[in-house]
């Protein structure tokens, strides 16, 4: 079975050909957005402002599992 085609390669990073990739990439975004509200709103909530410096790693791992999406799908 073929690969669709939804990112270019261009310098360092990828560019959305297909309205699949600009979904991928949008939906990353909102993604990391929810995350950050959601662990601000806990910090918040349970008083603990150590809870607001794990927002990294929600983002870390939505930024790697974008990155091997658009490697497979891109020429």
Known sequence: ??????FRKWLFGYVPVHWKGLALILGAV???LGCFLVLVACAQYFQRPA??????????????????????HAV
């Open 1 to 6: 079975m073929d690969r669709e085609i939804w």
């Open 30 to 32: 909102v993604a990391v």
């Open 51 to 72: 809870i607001a410096f794990t927002i990294p790693v929600p983002f870390i791992y939505i930024l790697i599992t974008a990155l091997r999406i658009a490697q497979r």
